[in-house]
């Protein structure tokens, strides 16, 4: 397992990056191992499927002080042969996002796999001579339930003396996830598309209300865990942290503000208005359902009519 980095950067990563890495991955493997119908048209069923891919890719961003933030992602091409990545390439696109994006530059690069390995330090080093230190993004893209945690791994390159030896080493460190306002909508758009498989609202729906239920109860988990911490450091069984009772006391002024006079107000105007669209949705919905009905009863009985039996009912 790599160690811990010790540089202490503060990174932050943005959804978008998540989205592209995932996506690339879906794509390439969906590529390699096609659906059992059409590997069974195209080579009358003998089709080998290939094992997970690995993709890559590099990660651009901004760096402030000693903070970083991963903004986005862009494809690379990858030569199996040299190991290396098509530098031609990211060439062209790093000029073409400049352009359009002129604070941004190059952070590192993204591949997907359960763990670091030893061939990813020479892609690694060949980075170096365009950001001194790159960061590297890896995706896990193996489900695994029993872990809550996104499975993404930052790792840093530190200098470490290994048997007398300098040894550029991977290691892991601390992110937090940075959205802005439109990711927010486009994570939110992407978690409410209808299933391929042709669910039902129903079952949307109780996908929603189990991601609503998880959500709650790790939020509870993690409330827990702070009352306990800081009853414990009330007690004096562990050493009171006053940047730690500062984030909380900033937590809890936020508090009050939500149980004034003039949220009531707001909430409640919202609130009504929603149930006011609610219900004109209802009455336009069910006025439709009424034309519906009277013009079936007026074609049925129209014929009726010409035969010399009853009349139209409008």
Known sequence: MAPSSSSGLTFKLHPLV??????????????????????????????????????????????????????????????????????????????????????????????TGNDAEESDMLIHKALMDINESPVYVLLNPSINHAHKDLPVTIYESELHVIDGIPQLI??????????????????DHVAHLKPSDGGSAATQLAAHLTGIHSAIKMLNSRIRVLHQFLAAMQKGDIPCENSLLRQVSSLLRRLPAMESERFQDNFLMEYNDKLLVTYLAMITNCTSTMDEMVDKFNIAYDRNARRGGRTAFM
């Open 18 to 111: 998540i989205v592209n890495i995932s996506d690339h991955y879906t794509r390439v493997k969906t590529q390699l191992n096609p659906p059992p119908s059409v590997c069974a048209t195209e080579n009358n069923g003998e089709a080998m499927l290939q094992p997970n891919p690995r993709v890559y890719g590099c990660v651009i961003g901004v760096q402030r002080g000693r903070t970083v933030e991963i903004f986005n992602s862009f494809e690379l091409l990858f030569d199996p042969s040299s190991e290396t990545l098509g530098r031609s390439f990211l060439e062209k696109k790093q000029e073409l996002y400049k352009k359009v994006f002129p604070d941004f530059y190059v952070l590192g690069w993204y591949s």
């Open 170 to 187: 991977f290691a892991h460190t601390s992110y937090t996830i940075e959205t802005v306002e439109a990711e927010r909508i486009s994570v």
